[in-house]
């Protein structure tokens, strides 16, 4: 299959396009190359005969036409995105752009080409959503594909738009789409202004790990690579127009999360612990959602897809990878894009 992946300069797209080519897909790369991207993360994959990259920002039409054209593809990825929702708070402007302005861009451009290739059934238009776009839970409960939409920061608001878009542009057009909602995600590769890189990074910094409000915001935590799996499962199996729910089954407080991150240095990192010493509770992020939690009975039963790694060991890797890779955030650190507290409102 030949795959048009949007942000596969990012943390998410770049798993999504290590493997693709893994399993022999071929893959084009668009991407903007924004503060968040960083095209080292694709590294291993650049050399290969499967892969291209195409350096254009999704709100430009006339590009987009052309990637189209230039490269016929039978399926579009789309996770290019304004990610952050501190970001987004701080300047609400650029996420509806990218998330929704671009969204649109893109659905035309796949339209168009998709009607010019006699509207091929085989055809996927697949966006990439967060959970967030259902809003916040209370201590119990999960978010089904049924929940109704209640977003509460620019980030999520803009989310849930672009997904109202690509279910419209089914409903009116008949463009074969795909819908995928997913908790929040961690691994290798992830940018250091997210909270997991920030405590890693921080602790071995020797500096305080800061925790918004009591630390007791519940979120569930999928592996990075096991949602590049979910997602070419997704791609191959699922029914067009359908949504799924994609999630880790590891629910943790971010208290809970930070403590586990730090016991994990206290081991493979002994210098300077025990790193909990470090935790600073610092001001909370205005319309903090309290609890997130994925109902995954959609997927599993009907698409037979289930996460492969556990939170012990995801976190476990992720610590490793990134004391192993200091090259890599060392490098994006020299850049001088993050660390300053954002988000106050
Ligand atoms: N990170 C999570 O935990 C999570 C969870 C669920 C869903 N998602 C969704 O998955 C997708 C990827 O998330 P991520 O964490 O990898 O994001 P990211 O911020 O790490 O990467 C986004 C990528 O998109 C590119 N990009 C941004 N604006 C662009 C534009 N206008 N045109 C072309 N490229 C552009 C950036 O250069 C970057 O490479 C997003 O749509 C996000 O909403 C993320």
Same mark, same amino acid.
């Given at each position: 299959m030949k795959l048009l992946i949007t942000g596969g300069a990012g943390f998410i797209g770049s798993a999504v396009v290590r493997l693709a080519v893994a399993r022999g897909h071929h893959v084009v790369n668009l991407d903007a190359l924004t503060y968040a991207s960083c095209l080292a993360n694709v590294a291993e994959v650049a050399g290969d005969p499967l892969y291209s990259f195409e350096h254009a920002n999704i709100c430009d039409r006339a590009a987009l036409d052309r990637i189209f054209t230039d490269h016929a593809p039978d399926a579009v990825m789309h996770l290019a995105a304004e990610s952050h929702v501190d970001r987004s708070?701080?300047?609400?402007?650029?996420?509806?752009?990218? +998330?929704? &302005?671009? &969204?649109?861009?893109?659905?035309?451009?796949?339209?168009? *080409?998709?009607?010019?290739?006699?509207?091929?059934?085989?055809?996927?238009?697949?966006?990439?959503?967060? #959970?967030?776009?259902?809003?916040?839970?209370?201590?119990?409960?999960?978010?089904?594909?049924?929940?109704?939409?209640?977003?509460?920061?620019? *980030?999520?608001?803009?989310?849930?738009?672009?997904?109202?878009?690509?279910?419209? $542009?089914?409903?009116?057009?008949? @463009?074969? &789409?795909?819908?995928? +909602?997913?908790?929040?995600? *961690?691994?290798?590769?992830?940018?250091?202004?997210?909270?997991?890189?920030?405590?890693?990074l921080k602790a071995l910094a020797g500096q305080p790990i800061p925790i918004y409000g009591d630390g007791a915001n519940v979120r569930d935590w999928l592996y990075v690579e096991d949602h590049a799996d979910a997602l070419l499962h997704v791609l191959d199996r699922g029914t067009v127009a359908r949504s799924y729910n994609v999630g880790g089954e590891n629910e943790l407080s +971010?208290?809970?999360?930070?403590?586990?991150?730090?016991?994990?240095?206290?081991?493979?990192?002994? #210098?300077?612990?025990?790193?909990?010493?470090?935790?600073?509770?610092?001001? #909370?992020?205005?319309?903090?959602?309290?609890?997130?939690?994925?109902?995954?009975?959609?997927?599993?039963?009907? @698409?037979? $897809?289930?996460?492969?790694?556990?939170v012990t060991e995801g976190l476990k890797r992720t610590v490793e990878w990134y004391l192993k890779n200091e090259n890599w955030w060392q490098a994006i650190l020299a850049r001088g894009e993050v660390g300053e507290r954002l988000g106050l409102g």
């Open positions: 708070i701080d300047g609400p402007g650029a996420f509806i752009e990218t +998330n929704v &302005t671009g &969204t649109y861009n893109l659905l035309e451009a796949a339209r168009t *080409y998709w009607r010019a290739q006699g509207q091929p059934e085989a055809f996927r238009f697949h966006h990439v959503s967060t #959970d967030e776009v259902y809003g916040s839970l209370g201590p119990t409960g999960a978010f089904t594909e049924e929940t109704p939409y209640a977003p509460n920061s620019p *980030y999520s608001a803009s989310k849930a738009a672009s997904d109202h878009l690509v279910r419209a $542009w089914h409903e009116t057009y008949g @463009l074969p &789409t795909l819908l995928t +909602n997913c908790s929040n995600n *961690y691994g290798p590769y992830h940018f250091p202004e997210k909270l997991i890189p920030v405590v890693i +971010n208290l809970d999360l930070v403590q586990s991150l730090c016991a994990i240095l206290d081991e493979e990192h002994p #210098d300077g612990a025990p790193h909990d010493r470090l935790i600073s509770f610092v001001a #909370d992020r205005p319309g903090h959602d309290a609890r997130y939690a994925i109902d995954p009975t959609r997927i599993r039963t009907e @698409l037979g $897809w289930r996460p492969s790694v556990t």
